[in-house]
């Protein structure tokens, strides 16, 4: 049925209402205090990702985003809450590549994080680094994987714990290069690093902004970044992929928020993530820990977060990878 053109004047407003509407209410947002959930304690690399953010945005925008850490679980807490949370853009997910590992390594999550959370930004990916103690009579990748392959089983490779992203990086090692090593998971990259510099373990796989210190200091080797490229922070170290080709293992950190989040919300959250990836500043402190910016679109970074969580999946599957109980 065809309305007369007198008739759809008198209804075109109100069709174009609800649209004007949202767009209005975007550009009001945000009306009051957002919540950034962190799933990982205070002084995290997630931690310190979502305060970097969470500064600019409040400085920004005029209303403050507040940090909240909910460790626990591996991350899900946090998701969890996230995903059970009000869909209106006032609680957003500091969204880490442990909930892309996460999906594949628990049974039984009440959520599902690729279906529950909607993707906003991509921020940062950073470097995880081979290093290992001084006393191990290696100082290249070629060097570890002979040594490894000499000796058998008698190297122990730490982990911040199991299922971290640590420990894949360390798994998908040996499975790219046909080497045993025994892993020792740790509560935290805190001890794990601890017991690497009194050599009770050999070799750990931590994120850059773990061990980045001991390394400019000499206490500890760096054989190699994970990443498919050099780290700025550590020019002069090779990637692992420059003697395993193909290799690549990183930290990458992005916001999310619950789906059903209104699509005018997530674009301008997007696109002042995206301005702040633009200022020399951010980039500095990123660059600090080794982290490179991640500009993109909503649909960017949600491919990022399928990809990875596919990638993931085998290795938790082909390594019988079970989390802590």
Do not use: C
């Amino acid at each position: 049925m065809k309305l007369a053109r007198r008739q759809f004047l008198h209804l075109a407003p109100a069709i174009a209402l609800p649209v004007v509407s949202r767009i209005a209410w975007a550009q009001t947002y945000p009306a009051r205090p957002v919540r950034i959930v962190v799933g990982l304690t205070a002084g995290s690399a997630s931690d310190i990702v979502a305060r970097i953010m969470g500064q600019w945005l409040s400085e920004r925008l005029g209303q403050q985003f507040i940090v909240e850490n909910r460790p626990g679980a591996g991350t899900n807490i946090a998701a969890e809450a996230v995903v059970r949370s009000v869909p209106d853009g006032y609680t957003l997910l500091l969204a880490a590549s442990p909930n892309a590992i996460n999906a594949s390594l628990y049974d039984k999550l009440s959520f599902n994080f690729i279906s529950d959370i909607a993707p906003v930004a991509a921020i940062s990916r950073e470097p995880n680094v081979i290093v290992v103690n001084p006393s191990l009579p290696t100082r290249t990748v070629p060097e570890l994987i002979a040594y490894a392959k000499a000796n058998p089983g008698r190297i122990n490779m730490a982990s911040a714990g199991n299922g971290t992203t640590s420990h894949l990086a360390g798994e998908l090692f040996k499975m790219m290069t046909g080497v045993n090593m025994v892993h020792v998971p740790y509560r935290g990259g805190g001890p794990a690093l601890t017991d690497l510099l009194a050599g009770q373990v050999q070799v750990f796989f931590p994120p850059m902004v773990v061990p980045v210190g001991q390394i400019r200091a000499g206490k500890l080797r760096a054989l190699a970044v994970t990443t498919a490229t050099r780290s700025e922070a550590l020019p002069d170290v090779p990637t692992v992929g420059e003697f395993v080709p193909g290799y690549e293992a990183s930290v990458w950190f992005g916001l999310g928020v619950p789906k059903g989040t209104p699509a005018e919300v997530i674009n301008r959250l997007n696109q002042e993530t995206n301005a702040a990836l633009t200022d020399i500043k951010i980039k500095v402190r990123m660059a600090e820990s080794g982290g490179t910016v991640l500009p993109g679109s909503p649909a960017d970074f949600g491919k990022l977060i399928a990809e990875e969580t596919d990638k993931w999946r085998k290795v938790v599957r082909e390594a019988n990878i079970k989390p802590e109980s």
